[in-house]
């Protein structure tokens, strides 16, 4: 085994003197696991021959973050001690605070061996960093889900997520050769040295930070800037560019409006734009004080925390994952330990007869006021072609949101009917597919059966290669939503995790579960191939519905009954709900 140089750390003060005067890093020390530059090429030789751990996009980037130190006092994936601590008390082993678990996860059949090396890797096979394993260990779904989403619903993206994530935990000292490469809006991806060099140069002792994952308005403008200049601070817009809840308006087109933001309504000598490759958890309460953590090693010691901050929308029953004010809540405990304080966002309100923004609470019941919620931004205005008006955002943030999301009717759908074999699925599929194109939209249809013969052939009747054959389906369903396609899936798809797990991929709002709830025994009935016939007498093995499980949708959009209504009038009462939807022209 080579040996190379350990990771430097670096101190405020060899960062600049007048960076040192901001808030230093939470610990004192901003960590760097970079390789030097004069060890990486023998460091990428050795690595050819390793065993390789190809890392997912959320892996990536929390890779990206240890190895710049935004993550600091934390300097590796967690070891066990570390882990099991951040679940109970949100504090690493050392008592320094920590509420997301940061952890690498794999599969028991890679056996991964103690003091042995491994390559990481991301999915282009870029060679990204060397692990020493120090520590493998097990963790559990359900401990970690309620110890720090505090829900098992399936309908939260990362409890959908962690049920595909291998089983084991490993942990150890990483050598980072490179960061995952990025390409768009590089003199915008400021590692926190660098941040904290720029915001010295503003020369404002504080620094308020905005979290953001969504296009500013005029609100938000207003926000920013009333609270940099009550503390007589700079800004640090500082969006997320990782992974954000799903169906979130993309990156690419948040930076382009937060760019012309930036430039055109803020004073430069009290904003600097910064983009942040996190992979976010949508962790409520405890991703406030992560947030705030982040910012502190990125020289900011005031953070805006909004309602609901971090959330990630309702559950299965419709309800918030969390209350509106937690957020807010946890972040106020910890401020004072984090050295960062806690900027409430407020609600504020257009009075159109004054041309100005106003707090809810300081506006007189008299008062002519004007608001527009997310919601309505979404449904009443873009999906429907209309432009924002210039009081609610700026034009040119109005125009790049108008080129981006066409009008609903123009937007991408996927249709996922889910049932027993022989339920109906592929004959409702049928039908619907005519009547979509009845309206215009091109359509693109996934049997369950046709893609086993197509895209995943080889794959067999357990339960890993039916979640592989689903995630095939959801993946290339996702693909035709993003470019405007409509896409109708018919596949038994018989596990919620899996079925909520394509819900992600695709997105809440572009993804409509069809439940063809037909009794077993009318299926059975309708089986004119024999498979359950098979399936009972033991020649076909883990068949679902007979000896395989098949777990029902508990809240799907649609539920259809195949034996009391024909094809053509359950394909027609689907249609009506994507016309009331917007999907369709009318």
């Not at 060679?127 to 989403?149: N, R």
């Not at 005519?434 to 996934?446: E, M, N």
């Amino acid at each position: 085994m080579m040996t190379l140089t350990n990771p430097t750390l670096l101190t405020p003060e060899s960062i600049s003197e007048r960076t040192a005067n901001l808030i230093p890093p939470y610990g004192g020390e901003l960590v760097n696991l970079m390789v030097p530059e004069e060890e990486r090429e023998a460091l990428a030789a050795y690595a050819m021959d390793l065993p390789v751990l190809r890392l997912t996009e959320r892996a990536a980037c929390d890779l990206e973050l240890l190895a710049v130190g935004a993550f600091s006092p934390l300097d590796r994936f967690m070891g066990e001690e570390d882990y099991r601590r951040v679940l109970a008390e949100m504090r690493l082993a050392d008592g320094h605070l920590s509420p997301i678990p940061i952890t690498l996860q794999v599969d028991a059949g890679m056996h991964p061996r103690l003091d042995a090396d491994i390559a990481l890797r991301d999915a282009k096979n870029n060679l990204l960093a060397v692990m020493t394993v120090e520590e493998i260990y097990g963790w559990d779904v359900t401990e970690e889900a309620l110890s720090v989403y505090g829900t098992l619903d399936l309908r939260h993206p990362m409890v959908s997520e962690m049920h595909r994530l291998g089983k084991l935990n490993i942990s150890g000292r990483l050598r980072v050769l490179r960061l995952p490469p990025r390409y768009d809006f590089r003199k915008l991806r400021l590692p926190p040295a660098e941040t904290r060099r720029r915001l010295a140069a503003l020369r404002r002792e504080n620094v308020v930070a905005f979290q953001t994952r969504n296009p500013l308005h005029r609100v938000h403008e207003e926000l920013t800037k009333r609270a940099t200049h009550e503390v007589d601070g700079a800004l640090l817009l500082h969006p997320v560019v990782g992974m954000t809840k799903p169906g979130d308006v993309d990156h690419y087109t948040r930076v382009r409006t937060y760019k012309a933001l930036t430039a055109r309504y803020y004073d430069q000598d009290r904003v600097l734009l910064s983009l942040l490759p996190l992979a976010m958890r949508m962790a409520g309460p405890r991703e406030a004080v992560w947030h705030m953590l982040i910012r502190r090693n990125y020289g900011a010691n005031h953070l805006i925390v909004g309602r609901d901050h971090a959330g990630p929308g309702k559950d299965s029953t419709g309800k918030p994952f969390y209350g509106p004010y937690d957020a807010q809540e946890l972040a106020e405990e910890v401020s004072e330990e984090l050295g960062v304080k806690v900027v409430p966002f407020k609600m504020l309100v257009y009075l159109p007869e004054e041309d100005r923004y106003e707090e809810v609470g300081r506006v007189d019941r008299e008062s002519k006021t004007a608001s527009i919620s997310g919601t309505q931004v979404r449904e009443e205005y873009l999906n429907n072609g209309r432009k924002l008006p210039d009081w609610f955002t700026r034009p040119e943030v109005a125009d790049i949101l108008a080129e981006s999301y066409p009008p609903r009717y123009k937007q991408g759908v996927c249709v996922w009917l889910t049932g027993l074999p022989n339920a109906g699925k592929s004959t409702t599929a049928e039908v619907l597919t005519v009547l979509l194109q009845q309206h215009g939209r091109q359509v693109t249809v996934l049997d369950g059966d046709v893609v086993r013969t197509h895209l995943s052939k080889g794959l067999g009747f357990s339960r890993e290669d039916r979640d592989a054959n689903i995630r095939r389906i959801g993946f290339v369903a996702s693909e035709i939503v993003r470019h405007g396609g409509v896409v109708v899936c018919a596949a038994a798809s018989p596990y919620r995790a899996t079925r909520n797990d394509v819900r992600n991929m695709v997105g809440q709002d572009h993804y409509v579960e069809v439940f063809v709830d037909t009794p077993l025994d009318v299926c059975e009935a309708r089986d004119d191939k024999g498979l359950y016939a098979q399936a009972r007498s033991g020649e076909i093995q883990d068949f679902t519905g007979i000896d395989g499980s098949y777990e029902p949708p508990l809240h799907p959009e649609i539920r259809i009954d195949t034996v009391r209504h024909s094809a053509e009038e359950n394909a027609r009462y689907i249609e009506s709900y994507l016309v009331g939807r917007g999907y369709l022209a009318e």
